[in-house]
């Protein structure tokens, strides 16, 4: 039986340097190197990502159902919240994220910029990148408050940028999100690349706050990351979902890895789309 998926981490390479979107530049190796640290046994796959159609054909050839496009609003990479609605208007494998840098907007309009990706655009959440903003900030400081507040109000989930690429390693601190989620325990939390390396720590407020979601991605084939699949296998089982990162790690690649790691059949409906679209309030 086929099942459907949904992957909470994608981005077509076209839209920014970072992706790999121009070969023959330090960015395109960069994205061919990540490929490869994590696996990917085809490091520059995501070239086929260089039209949208290339992109929606990939997610159709890999088996995924939907893929979550994700916003960007960093001093270094930007993918604004109306570009996110062009490109995922009209087609059916893609779900909007939008985003927002409190730093960069001033918190005022940030928030109304969290309620109107939500409420005109129809996006389905909204990402944050606290470790990538100048200056870096952590996930609990006071700036993203308000943020939190409206997307809580609003019935979304925030989206949080973690991983071992965040500049400063210090603000990949899992210790900062157990905070947020005390204090929203309301908020639906999605932590994006799992806080790898800190495998346990992230596990760990998880555990204890039912609100705490990790998405893992390309990070769940690295070293220390089986207990992602123990406690997905356990208590995680609501809490647990499947993205690729692309274009940083191949899809149907990605999909072939992840059925191979030894989750319990009892649980993989719910994490590879399940748990997904309760989140994001989809019908499958």
């Given amino acids: 039986m086929t099942r459907p998926i949904i992957d909470l981490r ?3 390479a076209f ?3 970072f992706y790999g979107a ?3 530049t330090p ?3 960069a ?3 990540l490929n490869r640290r994590v696996g990917s046994k085809e490091d520059d796959h995501f070239t086929r990502s260089y039209t949208l159609d290339g992109f929606v054909t990939e997610i159709r050839d890999a088996g995924i159902t939907a893929a979550a496009l994700i916003g960007r609003d960093t001093p270094g990479v930007s993918t604004s919240n109306d570009q996110v609605v062009s490109l995922i208007d009209g087609r059916r494998e893609l779900i909007g994220v939008g985003s927002v840098d409190p730093q960069r907007q001033g ?3 940030a928030v109304a910029e969290v309620d109107r990706a939500i409420t005109k655009l129809g996006l389905k959440g909204i990402n944050v990148e606290p470790g990538f903003l100048d200056p870096a900030i952590a996930f609990d400081d006071p700036l993203l408050l308000p943020v939190y507040e409206a997307c809580d109000q609003l019935g979304v989930p925030v989206f949080l940028m973690s991983g071992p690429t965040t500049p400063d390693p210090r603000f990949n601190d899992p210790a900062a999100v157990g905070r947020v989620a005390r204090n929203f325990p309301n908020l639906t939390i999605v932590c994006h690349h799992g806080f790898w390396p800190h495998v346990n720590e992230i596990i760990g407020i998880a555990f204890r706050y039912a609100n705490v979601h990790i998405v893992p991605d390309m990070y769940i084939f690295l070293p220390g990351s089986r207990l992602y699949v123990e406690a997905a296998n356990g208590f995680l089982r609501d809490q647990l979902l499947f993205g690729t ?3 940083f790690r191949a ?5 072939d890895d992840f059925l191979a790691l030894g989750f319990d059949e009892a649980v993989l409906d719910g994490v590879l789309s399940g748990n997904a679209a309760r989140l994001l309030k989809l019908d499958l």
């Fill in 10 to 12: 994608s981005r077509p």
């Fill in 15 to 17: 839209l920014h340097d």
């Fill in 22 to 24: 121009t070969p023959g």
């Fill in 27 to 29: 960015a395109y190796d």
């Fill in 31 to 33: 994205a061919k190197w």
């Fill in 107 to 109: 918190v005022k309009a």
């Fill in 245 to 247: 990162s692309f274009p």
């Fill in 251 to 255: 899809m149907k690649q990605t999909v």
